[in-house]
């Protein structure tokens, strides 16, 4: 279950590499308006990764016990 917070934790970072190209490909808008969805995107999908993988991590306490 560790493993999954730390991956969840990695993947946090790498939100917008994904996301942006993600809402580029699917908004026909302005490209400034794009950039700010995506980032906007990425910042909610990384608020939930940070603390689903902080739920992980110290739901029993950090490190071996």
Known sequence: MDLLGQILWFAMFGTPILTIPLVWRLIDTKKVYRVI??????????????????AIIFR??????
């Open 37 to 54: 969805v995506g980032l906007i995107f990425a910042f909610i999908l990384s608020f939930f990764l940070y603390h689903i993988s902080l």
């Open 60 to 65: 029993d306490g950090m490190g071996p016990g």
